[in-house]
């Protein structure tokens, strides 16, 4: 398994990067990555060292809690999108057909980045506004969060 596929599924990890290599702690849920890293518990779910390559944290779960420490174990970035808001879109595509998809706002607790997620994309924007202009115009719709 990749890197990327086990940090999606996963509901938390610490990931540690040295040299060339990522060793990634892998929990169920924030709560247990908490009592690893402040209360020195062993509860993980997984271990794992993987090759160096880079990562994309738009497609994590939400309310998953991703740390990313150097080889000095200093926090370089976290991780943690909390969902605004759920829903169904009924649209029209492009060849004039109606469709609906099943889509999802959460914002990052850390970087305050908005994402738009559905089963096939995942994109992050730098404001609300930016992902409410672009809900508009991939759906011709307005959207309320």
């Not at 599924?9 to 040299?19: A, H, R, W, Y």
């Not at 609906?100 to 992050?124: A, Q, W």
Request: glycine share 2%.
């Amino acid at each position: 398994m990749i890197l990327q596929e086990r940090i999606n599924e996963l509901g938390s990890g610490i990931l540690i990067i040295n040299n060339s290599k990522i060793e990634l702690i892998g929990f169920t849920c924030p709560e247990r990555l908490y009592d690893y890293y402040n209360n020195h518990m062993q509860c993980y779910f997984s271990m794992g060292i993987y090759d160096l390559k880079p990562l994309d944290f738009t497609y994590i779960q939400n309310n998953a809690l991703f740390i990313v420490e150097d080889k000095n174990l200093v926090t370089t970035s976290k991780h943690y999108f909390k969902l605004l808001k759920k829903d169904t879109v009924k649209y029209k595509t492009k060849d004039k057909k109606y469709t609906s998809k099943v889509y999802s706002i959460s914002k990052n607790e850390y970087t305050n980045k908005y994402r738009y997620k559905d089963m096939e994309i995942s994109i992050l924007f730098d404001t609300k506004e930016d992902l409410l202009k672009y809900f508009k115009e991939r759906f011709n719709k307005e959207i309320v969060f």
